[in-house]
């Protein structure tokens, strides 16, 4: 009798996973369950009633490196080439970024001209900041936080305007406590192998990716800095899923998963409230967090570790105006802690996906707000109305952009624990994982933004890499 693999979770790093676990010649029968009545996780669009599309979470996806054009092949696998809109090189949105300090919008600078010319906010050319990292020795510490790797390698003003935003813009987290080893491995290793950041992002640059399709080959040829789908990035789970029925995969949805137990001989009882499944092997593509506390009593010290990969939330509000047009062109701007504790930052979607602004075209931006101040509050069990983030949002892009009219449209959603947190020590929370399940022999196998990027291009692979090591198990035993 075929073998039997459960996928738990049905996000885009569960629905990568089932995807794979098919391709091959002799596919396990792959069942995948979710606990909410819909698929795609945090990528969710939603469309207005002028056609215009609101992403509630991811907005864009980089095309660049391996797992970039791994993701371009699986949207060319799945027929979607002709919903794809990219933003090429030469786009205002793939050129300009801007940093709200001080009270106003600074472009980050580009290119080898920006960094030899004074750029306010920094006090200096950013050149000083290369030259720094140029002459500073190796780091010895086998992980350190963001913030003390890039004020050690790059400055403190670097490491607390420049970087501090970004672990806000990706993270949604606090650059003091985030890890750089598990956030920015290309920085790390950079640093490990050529002992600086330039050298190592310049000298690794060369390797291209052996992938090719024709979307890979135009994303290269065009200097895509990023892709959406025409209808908004929820299409990808929506194709994933489609093509995952039409190959026999069950999927359950609205049936979360409330315990896994092991039997004797070897196998999962996968508990769904009223009913149960059995398994020879299970995926798990939900939250760290959640998984350990399903896991049975023999997996104790897993879950513990597990139970230690928190997350953080993010509130996102969608904002519409009719007739308003935006003081910079540019993909958005981010907000370091020291200037605003609460907004991370406004992405100007109209700029890079005007295709989507709806008939008539609205302007469309988006706020998150998060961080700290939002953690003090959930922590504080403070009511955390949609009317708040509406007018903190509001507020912003009021002083911010100069959008001072009521929008013609907005959404206001809170999404609870939707970031994971890589800090500090986190490779040893996954090396201990993963010790647990070989020794154990356990047959689960962890996928999903909650061990090694965030990122959907990182969940996808996580998916992928899930699914080759169940298959690679399968073939031997
Ligand atoms: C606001 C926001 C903006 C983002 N922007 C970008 C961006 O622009 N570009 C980018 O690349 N990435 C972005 N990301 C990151 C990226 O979208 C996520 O990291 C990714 O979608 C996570 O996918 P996942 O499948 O690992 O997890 P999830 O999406 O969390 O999926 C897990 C699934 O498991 C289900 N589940 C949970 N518990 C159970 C249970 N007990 N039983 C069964 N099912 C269960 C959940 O319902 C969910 O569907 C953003 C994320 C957010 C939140």
Redesign the pocket.
Known sequence: MGRTVIV?????????ASYHLIRGPSPPKVIL????K??????RSVRGSDGAIF????????PAGVLGARTLLLVSELGLESEVLPVPGNHPAAQNRFLYVGGALHPLPSGLRGLLRPSPPFSKPLFWAGLRDLMTPRGKEPDETVHSFAQRRLGPEVASLAIDSLCRG?F?GNSRELSVRSCFPSLFQAEQTHRSILLGLLLGAGQSPQLDSSLVHQARAERWS?WSLRGG?EMLPQALHNHLTSKGVTVFRG????GLSLQPEGRWKVS?GDSSLEADHIIS???AA??SK?LPAEAAPLAHVLGTITAVS?A?VNLQYQGACLPVQGFGHLVPSSEDPTVLGV?YDSIAFPEQDGNPPGLRVTV?LGGYWLQKLEANGCELSPELFKQQAQEAVATHLGLKKQPSHCLVHL?KN???QYTLGHWQKLESAMQFLTTQRLPLTL????YE???????IE??RQAAVAVLGTESSS
């Open positions: 738990l979770g049905g996000g885009i790093s569960g629905l990568a369950v979710e606990g909410s819909r698929l795609g996780g945090w990528i992403e509630l979470g991811p907005r864009g996806i980089r990706v949604a990023q990035l049936q979360p998963v409330c769904l593509a939900i939250p959640v998984l399903l993010v996102v992405v998150m999404h939707c970031i994971p996928a999903g933004a909650s990027g965030v990122a959907v291009n990182d969940c996580s998916g």
